[in-house]
């Protein structure tokens, strides 16, 4: 099976500008969670979409924005970027949703430089 | 609140073993998950636990108290690529299941 990929990899925008980032879960998998991963701090989990339905969400602003396509493609974006929003996106896909005992498979993550 | 503390970095000798501690304080704890981190690679998972005590796979084991609040994840036989980070992350299912993470635990493997 394939694994989670993530589009871009890397993505170098100014302050201001907005983003969309592209997940593909492993074939089968329904939930898609997105994290930021920035130094020191951790993951910080943004929002999980399961079956197109945004089911989650954590503390961040609401110029992040997600969606969940009907083949479980889920996209991330954010508006108005902030040079605080530097980090590395990760995506990761589980077969089931949070509340389920499923452990979760992450993409490579896009690497987002705000200028 | 919810809180995760793990060490920021640790050093340990090849062929060693070393023990990764982790701290929770989450009111609605529903699992704790260790996660292996390489530089510029996507965390991959270790092992889960639920309930109180030992899981062992291979090398790797890791032990909860929930009581405690307490976590470790245990590495013997220590290998040079077992340098990475190490993340631990807690379910909380007031948060609908959202899982906490730990900053992570850099490990660096001398020879």
């Known amino acids: 099976k394939a694994g989670v990929t993530q589009t871009p990899r890397y993505l170098i925008k100014t302050r201001g500008q907005q983003v969309t980032l592209s997940c593909s879960p492993i074939?089968?998998?329904?939930?898609v969670s997105w994290y930021q991963q920035t130094p020191g701090q951790g993951l910080q989990f943004l929002f999980e979409y399961f079956s197109e339905t945004q089911r989650n969400k954590g503390n961040f602003p609401g110029r992040f924005s997600g969606r969940q396509f009907s083949n479980s493609r889920s996209e991330m974006n954010v508006s108005t970027l902030e040079l605080g929003d530097s980090a590395l996106y990760l995506c990761?896909?589980?077969?089931?949703?949070?509340?389920?005992?499923?452990?979760?498979?992450f993409g490579p993550g896009t690497r987002l430089t705000v200028l | 609140g919810q809180n995760i503390d793990q060490p920021t970095e640790m050093t340990a000798t090849e062929g060693a073993i070393v023990q990764i501690n982790c701290t929770y304080q989450t009111s609605g704890f529903n699992g704790l998950f260790w996660y292996q981190q390489h530089a510029g690679e996507a965390p991959t998972f270790l092992s889960y636990n639920v309930l109180d005590g030992l899981e062992e796979k291979g090398r790797f084991s890791s032990f909860l108290s929930r009581s405690k609040g307490y976590s470790y994840l245990l590495l013997k036989e220590l290998q040079m690529k077992d340098s990475a980070s190490y993340l631990c992350a807690v379910r909380d299912q007031y948060s609908n299941y959202q899982l906490i993470w730990g900053a992570g635990t850099k490990l660096i493997i001398k020879p």
């Open positions: 990761a896909s589980s077969s089931e949703g949070l509340d389920s005992y499923n452990e979760q498979f």
């Open positions: 074939s089968g998998h329904r939930s």
